[in-house]
Nanobody, 122 residues
Framework: QVQPVESGGGLVQAGGSLRLSCVVS??????VGWFRQAPGKERDFVAAINWSGGSTNYADSVKGRFTISRDNAKKTTYLQMNYLKPEDTAVYYC?????????????????WGQGTQVTVSS
């Protein structure tokens, strides 16, 4: 199974924006999720989207600031991150779920990308 490939991370000032992209090959009819891991902390759920893009799910900490979307023709899922805060600093991982719908449980995902670093300066 081909791993998802993330891109778009970088350094941004607080209040700024970044858009992460994730190319997911293989299964078309699967949900996709974004997770993040800050130094010394566990990996946390950020957002997920079902296979069609019609249903999304967000962690409380990013609701109203982050938007997940997908373009199945391009096999790409996006995470638009606005009003970034220093506490959003982490490595962001894209993951492909086993099913068509998924949420915050990492065990629901069976294919993970290598991650992309997001650093928000104060």
């Amino acid at each position: 199974q081909v791993q998802p490939v993330e891109s778009g991370g970088g350094l941004v000032q607080a209040g700024g924006s970044l858009r992460l992209s994730c190319v997911v090959s293989g299964r078309t009819f699967s949900a996709v999720g974004w997770f993040r891991q800050a130094p010394g902390k566990e990996r946390d759920f950020v957002a997920a989207i079902n296979w069609s893009g019609g249903s999304t799910n967000y962690a409380d900490s990013v609701k109203g600031r982050f938007t997940i979307s997908r373009d199945n023709a391009k096999k790409t899922t996006y995470l638009q991150m606005n009003y970034l805060k220093p506490e959003d600093t982490a490595v962001y991982y894209c993951a492909q779920a086993r099913g068509v719908v998924s949420g915050p449980f990492s065990g629901d995902y069976d294919s993970w990308g290598q991650g992309t670093q997001v650093t928000v300066s104060s």
